[in-house]
């Protein structure tokens, strides 16, 4: 971390667990950009700088490691090399994010996705069923009448 006013260079490990990283953030003053690597586990982080209006600039990771001469991953090395390139004018290669409500809208859709496929497995297995005793309703099997057909059944 660099204080831009006093050129200042603090080094700080922090744990992602608890209340730590949100009593970190919550106290740093005035305005604060945080650059991150883009990773898949990175959601919780910047729905939190967001709360806190801290701006965050994710990084493409391939171009940040391409900035980098030595291949070897280190994690101190790494946060000083985004540290570097975020202090540079255009240095810091930002990738695109999709704002909270974008992010929203995905899940929602992706979560329905995934509902509908349930709901087609779940017909299919009892369309599999009936049909195996001899029912043979169609989409009539979704019905009332079809309904009470089915849970008439004798399974075992």
Not at 9 to 30: D, P, Q
Not at 42 to 60: D, P
Not at 70 to 85: C, G, S, T, V
Request: glycine share 8%; proline share 3%.
């Amino acid at each position: 971390m660099v204080d831009r006013k006093t050129g200042e260079f603090t080094e700080k490990t922090l744990s992602h667990e608890g209340n730590e990283v949100r009593e970190f953030y919550a106290a740093l003053e005035g305005p604060v950009v945080v650059g991150i690597e883009a990773t898949g586990a990175m959601q919780w982080f910047l729905e939190l700088l967001e709360e806190l209006g801290i701006v965050c600039r994710v990084g493409h990771p391939a171009k940040i490691r391409a900035a980098e001469t030595r291949k070897q991953k280190h994690d101190r090395r790494d946060a000083r090399l985004m540290l570097d390139l975020l202090m540079r004018e255009d240095g810091f290669p930002e990738i695109w994010m999709p704002s909270s409500e974008q992010r929203d809208l995905r899940t929602l859709l992706r979560d329905r996705h995934q509902w509908v496929k349930i709901r087609t497995r779940v017909q299919n297995t009892l369309q599999a069923i009936a049909l195996n005793h001899a029912l043979r309703r169609g989409r009539g099997l979704w019905t009332a009448t079809g309904q009470k057909a089915l849970q008439a059944l004798s399974l075992p």
